[in-house]
């Protein structure tokens, strides 16, 4: 534990913010409370940037723990290995910001008490797991939630090189999901309801048809599209907060960002014919 008060470690701890984040945006991370739902790969990354840069409001929810695959993307490390994601995260935000406040819930978001948990002007960041039932209907209970008290909700996706992001502004909307998923079905049926087909890059469709066979295939997923969410969070929240316009869907392809223009056109000609033929060879 330092030495330090609290106002005098905060303000060396952001001194290094000053020029880029004004008074009134570190003001607003400070005093806002982040949920995160779902502490793994795009949830996870979520938190050290925004700890890094000046919030010390977290609620953390995940029922899972770490095991040695989860070490190609998320932020942990052998020694997490059978810890809860959550109380890890916890750890984290403690080791770098000991005057932060951390609540956790380690048996993820349970449908029957998350309205209890929220609280107004909650940041809720939905990361929770749908390849499941269980994922399926607590994402719903969030969502839910969340409408009925007028928060805003930001899910994500990481999809291979892809990042896919959509806002759930319910302070304006007054539909959950925006009325797109309605029931607990398959996680199939759910992630084409909440995912555009032209945000799935081509470079998955090949796994996409091999789960077709094996659904119980884990999904791979890769560090740079997990931590690419967590370089896109503090901006997207500070604009968010100080009442700015953001794009509410956003896809960054981080293959799309590194190849030459004609290449980059070329790729997406290829994906939409790609997905005409996906959708094909799955319907069969």
């Known amino acids: 534990m330092i030495a330090q008060a609290h106002e005098p470690f905060y303000a060396e701890l952001t001194s290094r913010n000053r020029g880029l984040i004004s008074d009134q945006e570190q003001a607003r991370l400070r005093a806002v409370r982040f949920v995160i739902a779902g502490c793994g790969s795009t949830g996870g990354a979520c938190v050290m940037p925004l700890l890094r840069s000046g ?130 079905d398959r996680p199939d049926q759910v992630l084409r309801a909440l995912i555009p087909p032209l945000a799935v890059p081509r470079e998955i469709f090949a796994e996409l048809l091999q789960r077709r066979n094996e659904p119980d295939r884990g999904f791979p997923q890769l560090a740079m599209t997990s931590n690419l969410l967590g370089a896109l969070i503090v901006p997207y929240a500070l604009r968010l907060l100080t009442g700015r316009r953001v794009r509410r869907r956003m896809r960054v392809d981080l293959y799309d960002l590194i190849r030459p223009v004609p290449q980059r056109l070329g790729a997406r000609v290829r994906q939409v014919g790609g997905l005409a033929a996906l959708w094909w060879r799955l319907r069969g």
């Open 55 to 184: 919030a010390e409001r977290f609620v953390l929810f995940d029922p899972g723990q770490y095991d040695v695959s989860n070490l190609n993307r998320q932020d942990a490390t052998l020694a997490d290995v059978g810890r809860n994601k959550a109380e890890a995260a916890k750890a984290r935000i403690l080791s770098v910001n000991p005057f932060a406040t951390v609540d956790v819930h380690a048996r993820g978001v349970q449908p029957d008490v998350i309205g209890s948990l929220l609280q107004p002007d909650d940041f809720v960041i939905d990361a929770v797991d749908v390849t499941t039932r269980t994922g399926i209907a607590a994402k719903l209970a969030l969502h839910r939630s969340a409408c009925d008290q007028r928060l805003m909700v930001l899910t994500a996706y990481d999809i291979g090189p892809t990042q896919w992001l959509e806002l759930f502004d319910y302070r304006r909307q007054q539909r959950p999901l925006g009325g797109r998923v309605t029931r607990v």
